[in-house]
């Protein structure tokens, strides 16, 4: 059977005069994930017009095509054009699924939702010639997937071409995500088995990743076991998190122990309101400067996405955002235009109250107003949005956000990298022209890598603090109840330091601790059935939300020790409240041991807190939920230069924050 996938490009990226990075960033995964579902015997071909012309001329029988919101005009143009030629054709992604009746005047088939169980489903019944008009997503699970068809994939036209997604979706629900609507009718969050992300990750060549999940720390216990068996991979990776997610001690620092450099971090805005109005509890209540200055002192480099045009958002939101993303030293941001994406409660919220202006599915691309907002014009709206980015980004800017890192290291790390990827675009466009652009990728990972030899140094100096100030404890406390510290006691080593990285043999015990089943773990005992190998963080949330309005609960994944994943799931507030001073003492310490700053360089001068927080920037910037995939739905990228979003992943679909946020 001869079939061709196509990912059409979004219609920013189509300009003859504008090529920005973002958009030869991620290769689509999504379309990969689908061929993977084809015969051996098929003959098969993907094709990604970001970065490459679409051979029109070719006569498939089956076309299958991803769809964004951005993307669809264009995406309708190519299925009409290969129905003319007698192809079935099918659509899918998070546009269709919110727009199903608009889509199937274009399509043959469509699918609804995540497509790795539906898609399977319809190339069974297109053999047999009874083809359905549509399907929708009945189950829910990673397991067993086969391998991406990355054969497919022409790595040399991308700068990131080990991306990769081992969950989906996101166990939050903001107002103006995608996720809701395109996971209705099943689990909106679930994981892979780690053995399998672990075996993915082990076939990617090189050194760099990119994971596009929406939310990679969003099930704990399953990050906590992906970290682990990362242990000694020698990889340099970047992902999106949560500023809840970062607040929490212990999992960041296994994240960066096995190679985190750079995280996408959803700040959304400043203002308390406006992130109730959202549905964004997790960040409600968060110290936004404590989350930036805990990232810098583990060596990671922040991506900062906000959102404009918030109900309580006046037209000086713009230079306040700006002014307190600078002085915390973040050194990329991403600014989006609230947009109320179709399928939406943001969208059903604005077309009930008469706020849409339009629906030119075009300017649904987070850079253009398209609803009138509450304190200001559309106009003050965009235009303050294209000011965010220039004054984020001018050079006295990027220095003065340069100037509040500790070191002469750090400063030209953070200055490399938001200059490469705001200030470098005529370069970016004549490597993408010129199809070079995967040889920029050493220059990223010699980046990215820079804080490495200072933060082990750091850490090292740290751990000899500490283990200074244990001896001294002990010598007083033996010397109080007239005992002697234990033989070789000065010789052991300060807990967290970990030692040197142990490869296989560390991999093999994050696995083996996310298979061991024991009987303990009061508040998940009921809850490891076999068949919630993929855990249902949503139905336990709404279970226990009462009793923890702050943090969201997810049940421990079969295999995970129950009662230690229900510790990890404990939110910072609890732990400390439960354990008290002295347990909160004992975070200090282990946050200081694993800190980025020499002797000598704690808090003083680092960054200042401010009183609350491209495209066009942030570098490789991160994924974003929103926006439509084909019969299979593929993460969204934030990308530097715009507010728009790329495909990233077969079913790695939306969810997190807003168009284009994580």
């Given at each position: ?239 999106a998190g949560t500023v809840d997610a970062v607040l929490r ?166 200055a490399a990298y938001a200059i490469g990827w705001k200030k ?218 715009s507010g728009a979003r790329r495909p990233s992943s077969v ?12």
């Amino acid at each position: 059977m001869r079939t061709k996938l196509v990912l059409p490009a979004l219609t920013e990226a189509r300009s003859p005069f504008f090529r920005p990075v973002k958009y030869s960033l991620f290769p689509p995964l999504g379309l990969a994930t689908l061929a993977a579902f084809l015969d051996p015997s098929d003959e098969v071909s993907l094709q990604d017009e970001h970065v490459e012309e679409l051979d029109l001329d070719d006569d498939p029988e089956l076309v299958g095509i991803e769809v964004y919101v951005t993307s669809a005009h264009r995406a309708y143009a190519l299925a009409d054009h290969y129905r003319a030629r007698g192809a079935h054709v099918v659509l899918g992604g998070l546009h269709v699924t919110s727009c199903p009746e608009e889509a199937a005047r274009h399509a043959d088939t469509i699918v609804l939702g995540p497509a790795e169980e539906a898609w399977p489903r319809f190339l069974a019944d297109f053999r047999a010639g009874r083809p359905r008009p549509a399907y929708r997503s009945e189950a829910r699970t990673l397991a067993g997937l086969p391998r991406a068809r990355r054969d497919l994939i022409r790595r040399d036209l991308y700068l990131v071409p080990n991306s990769l997604v081992v969950s989906r979706g996101c166990p939050h629900a903001c107002a103006f995500c995608y996720k809701d609507g395109f996971f209705s009718g099943g689990r909106s969050f679930y994981v892979q088995p780690v053995e399998e992300a672990l075996a993915e990750i082990e076939r990617l060549p090189g050194r760099h990743l990119y994971f596009l999940d929406d939310h990679l720390f969003g099930h704990p216990a399953f990050a906590g076991a992906l970290f682990d068996g990362m242990r000694g991979m020698d990889r340099l990776w970047q992902a999106a998190g949560t500023v809840d997610a970062v607040l929490r001690p212990g999992l960041l620092e296994k994240a960066v122990a096995c190679g985190l450099r750079s995280l996408f971090v959803g700040f959304e805005t400043l203002g308390a309101e406006g992130l109730r109005a959202q549905g964004k509890r997790q960040n409600l209540g968060r110290d936004y400067g404590e989350a930036v200055r805990r990232l810098h002192d583990l060596g990671v480099m922040v991506n900062a996405s906000f959102v404009f045009g918030l109900d309580e958002d006046d037209a000086s939101v713009f230079e306040r955002t700006v002014e307190w993303a600078i002085r915390q030293g973040v050194e990329t941001a991403t600014f989006h235009v609230l947009t109320p994406y179709p399928g939406t409660e943001l969208f059903r919220r604005m077309e009930a109250d008469g706020r849409l202006l339009h629906r030119d599915w075009d300017l649904y691309d987070t850079r253009h107003a398209v609803f009138r907002p509450a304190r200001m014009t559309p106009r003050q709206l965009e235009e303050g949005y294209w000011r965010a980015y220039r004054d984020f980004y001018r050079w006295g800017s990027i220095l003065r956000g340069a100037a509040t890192k500790p070191d002469l290291l750090g400063g030209l790390r953070h200055a490399a990298y938001a200059i490469g990827w705001k200030k470098c675009e005529p370069v970016w466009d004549l490597l993408i022209r010129a199809r070079r652009v995967a040889r920029a990728l050493p220059l990223l990972e010699r980046v990215l890598a820079a804080e490495r030899h200072r933060v082990g140094a750091g850490a090292r100096e740290a751990a000899s603090r500490r283990r200074r100030g244990q001896r001294a404890r002990s010598r007083e406390r033996g010397a109080a109840a007239g005992t002697v510290p234990p033989a070789g006691f000065d010789r052991l080593p300060a807990l967290g330091t970990g030692g040197p990285h142990r490869g296989a043999a560390a991999r093999a015990e994050g696995v083996a601790l996310f298979r061991q089943r024991p009987a303990g773990g009061a508040r998940h005992r009921d809850r490891v059935a076999q068949d919630e190998v993929q855990d249902d963080p949503d139905r336990v949330r709404d279970e226990d939300r009462e009793q923890r309005p702050q943090d969201a609960v997810h049940p421990a994944p079969p295999g995970v020790p129950e009662d230690v994943a229900d510790e990890e799931h404990v939110g910072p507030e609890e732990r400390h409240a439960d354990e008290g001073e002295q347990e909160e003492g004992r975070h200090d310490e282990q946050r200081r041991a694993v800190s980025l700053r020499e002797p000598g360089q704690q808090e003083e001068g680092a960054h200042e807190g401010g009183d609350g927080e491209a495209d066009e920037g942030g570098g490789p910037p991160r994924p974003l939920r929103n926006e439509g995939k084909l019969p299979i739905e593929a993460a969204h990228t934030v990308l530097p230069s715009s507010g728009a979003r790329r495909p990233s992943s077969v079913a790695a679909a939306p969810a997190v924050n807003h168009p284009a946020i994580t």
